[in-house]
């Protein structure tokens, strides 16, 4: 079964904190493609990154990065030095080649206080 | 500028109506989608057309339809046949699917 798991419903951080947002994936398939996304309060929803199953090199851009450990199935988001323009609900998403679709996790609700 | 125009941004349905959501998109892309997501939860495939003429169900089709006659749009219909319709209703296009989505800016449906 394809699945996505966001364990952390909701977080709180004060600004200028790092903060990492965890994203766990379960796919029988090989070939698949992971994605972030952030939904601001007016709700439409924004990409931020795109990863392939053959592409384990850790992103970096700006104050984000991403770190994809196929060993423990995981797409990890990280915030550094985070802002209160961040304060979102982040999805993890997975999409494979079999399915052509999206799934997404739950989503994680981030709020950065000043 | 190139996107996805979801219409009406707010809509509310009586019981027992049909109502239809717009959403046109001008990036020239093949694919389009249409989401539900309800509070606390991440978003359900309702629908899915990689082509013209062409659509599949997603994983919660029952109670709602679709068409799609044009490349630019691809509208949904919630039947009086859904039973909880009360949701933000999501429009998204792509080039090939693992391209990542555009999505619209929504749709918050509420039956009065």
């Known amino acids: 079964a394809q699945k996505v798991t966001q364990a952390q419903t909701e977080i709180s951080v004060v600004e200028k904190e790092d903060v990492t947002l965890d994203c766990v994936y379960e796919?029988?398939?090989?070939?698949?493609?992971l994605f972030w996304y952030k939904q601001p309060p007016s709700g439409e929803l924004v990409f931020l990154i795109r990863r392939n199953s053959f592409d384990e090199q850790n992103e970096i851009s700006g104050r984000y990065s991403w770190n994809f450990q196929k060993s423990t199935s995981s797409f990890n988001f990280t915030i550094t030095a985070s802002q209160v323009v961040d304060s979102a609900v982040y999805f993890c998403?997975?999409?494979?080649?079999?399915?052509?679709?999206?799934?997404f996790g739950s989503g994680t609700r981030l709020l950065v206080r000043p | 500028d190139g996107g996805i125009t979801q219409s009406p941004k707010y809509l509310f349905r009586k019981e027992g109506q049909n109502v239809t959501l717009s959403c046109e998109q001008n990036?020239?892309?093949?694919?389009m989608y249409w989401y539900r997501q309800d509070p606390g939860q991440g978003l359900r495939l309702i629908y899915y057309s990689q082509i013209v003429n062409d659509f599949q169900k997603g994983d919660i089709a029952e109670g709602y339809s679709v068409s799609r006659e044009k490349k630019e749009s691809f509208p949904l219909t919630v039947t009086s046949a859904q039973k909880n319709p009360t949701a933000f209703y999501l429009c998204?296009?792509?080039?090939?699917?693992?391209?990542?989505?555009?999505f619209g800016s929504g749709t918050r449906l509420t039956v009065v």
């Open positions: 796919t029988r398939d090989t070939t698949y493609y």
């Open positions: 998403a997975l999409d494979m080649d079999s399915s052509y679709k999206l799934i």
């Open positions: 998204a296009s792509s080039i090939r699917h693992y391209d990542g989505y555009t």
């Open positions: 990036l020239n892309h093949d694919a």
